[in-house]
């Protein structure tokens, strides 16, 4: 697995942990707040960036997922860290809180609904989720994103107001690491929970999240409803912020209103 790391190793570790389509770059902002007072990691996922991509959609379940971040911090020889997810990266989340909670002391969770969620039938999330469905297709959605010097990333990173994201340079970074590393072991994420027909969502009670839990959500986001994420009944101890004018990349659209409610929430005891 190939991480990012800034900071005192001696300190707490604040893990990292991204979603699609992106890689250990998008939480460059946050690492550099929190370095000071953290040791500060964030991952490519597997399957992204210069991580291992085992053949197989079989490969990318979310149980998988979530044993590969409970063995790399155990190989780190940590416990109590905290642990930082966006978009698919918050499926490890949400699994890593309820299944070792031993590990996270508490848990921060950007523009990603409780897996139980998505238990609750909603149209409008049906119709945002028409890209889940693409992404599952066999061998389409890897040319449809290549396409047109890897459109798609320009297509995609919108902020609140319709506005490029990125700056070239940085979505150069982009399409630089995909293009390098393929999109097929990135797309066998959805292809491992789609292929699952009909998904096996968990019981409530067996995701029932225990320790301390901020939730940040950008409302102008084109792919998870604001209603996922009222999860109060899922997290006893829930900290939500609406950010209105921000998109689904949340912790890079609005990276110091992030920081801010992270630092909040992190001082209190």
Known sequence: MHYVSKGDENKQLMLFIHGFPEFWYSWRHQMKEFAKDYHVIAVDNRGYGDTDKPTGAQNYTVDRLVEDTRE?????????????????????????????????????????????????????????????????????????????????????????????LLPDSQMEAYKYTFQKNGLTAPLNWYRALIHRLPPKYPHPKSFQIKMPTLHIWGKKDRYLTSQLAQVHEHVDDLTLHYIENCSHWTQMDQPDLVNQYMRQFLAKK
């Open 72 to 164: 790399f911090i155990e190989a780190l020889n940590k416990k109590n860290i905290i642990l930082v997810a966006h978009d698919w990266g918050g499926a490890i989340g949400w699994g890593m809180a309820a299944k070792y909670p031993e590990l996270v002391q508490k848990l921060v969770i950007i523009n990603s609904p409780h897996p139980a969620m998505f238990r609750k039938r909603s149209l409008k999330q049906f119709f945002y989720s028409w890209y889940m469905l693409f992404n599952s297709l066999p061998v389409l959605p890897e040319f449809a994103m290549g396409a047109n010097d890897f459109y798609m990333f320009d297509n995609a990173f919108i902020n609140g107001d319709g506005r490029p």
